[in-house]
């Protein structure tokens, strides 16, 4: 069955300080992947997603994504991190097929200290 | 604001009780999706309408049903609640059926707590 890990529950890090948070898949063919953050009381927010092409993807608010087939990975990175950033982090993955819908991670939840 | 809309925002109820949740998708999308979000069990997909018919069916109760509206809202109706039922509800909309027709728009959620 199609999964995502997110291995990191909770990271912290210092504002100005670079960020990489990590997903792994699980899926047998080329998948879509996607990040997305969630604030506080607030809904999802699509940051970057791959469907083909370059493996390295640039997304909203400073972050970018790199694909590795060969890991199986999509890791997030973002090279300083501001206050603002502290939130939850979903990776998620989708089929190439006739649905829509997303698999996601358990979320990654990030904070900031000043 | 992604232009999807939930509500109610907040609903308690208890335990064999019914409750239907509301989703207005974004202006031009025609499909929704609702998601389960829990402490546990984390994201999971329940269900996607596209234009009014069922599309794709996740880790979807049988006391759980749904439905798209020719006006293209959507309702979850979820009964006989039980309190492991208790979670946040998404709704989500896109234009097309498939991902690579457009990104999911995710609402603010309904969060249900049953007692």
């Known amino acids: 069955a199609q999964s995502v890990t997110q291995p990191d529950i909770h990271i912290t890090v210092s504002e100005g300080a670079s960020l990489e948070l990590r997903c792994n898949y699980s899926?047998?063919?080329?998948?879509?992947l996607f990040w997305y953050v969630q604030s506080p009381g607030q809904g999802l927010q699509l940051l970057l997603k791959?469907?083909?092409?370059?493996?390295l993807v640039q997304g909203i608010k400073g972050f970018e994504a790199e694909f590795k087939r060969s890991q199986s990975s999509f890791n997030l990175r973002k090279p300083s991190v501001h206050w603002s950033d502290a939130a939850e982090y979903f990776c998620?993955?989708?089929?190439?097929?006739?649905?829509?819908?997303?698999?996601f991670g358990k979320g990654t939840k990030l904070s900031v200290k000043p | 604001d992604s232009g999807v809309t939930q509500t109610p925002k907040h609903l308690i109820t208890a335990t064999g009780q019914r409750v239907t949740l509301r989703c207005s998708p974004r202006?031009?999308?025609?499909?929704v999706y609702w998601y389960q979000q829990s402490l546990d069990q984390g994201l999971q997909f329940l269900i996607q309408?596209?234009?009014?018919?069922?599309?794709a069916k996740g880790n979807i109760l049988e006391r759980f049903s749904a439905q798209q509206f020719p006006d293209l809202h959507s309702e979850l109706n979820l009964s006989s609640l039980e309190l492991g039922d208790s979670a946040l509800y998404f709704c989500?909309?896109?234009?097309?059926?498939?991902?690579?027709?457009?990104?999911?728009?995710f609402g603010e959620g309904s969060r249900l707590t049953v007692l």
């Open positions: 309408y596209y234009n009014g018919e069922e599309r």
């Open positions: 998620a993955v989708g089929y190439g097929g006739s649905q829509g819908n997303l698999i």
């Open positions: 791959y469907f083909s092409g370059d493996t």
């Open positions: 899926y047998g063919a080329t998948p879509y």
């Open positions: 989500a909309s896109s234009v097309g059926p498939q991902l690579n027709t457009g990104e999911l728009f």
């Open positions: 202006s031009g999308d025609l499909s």
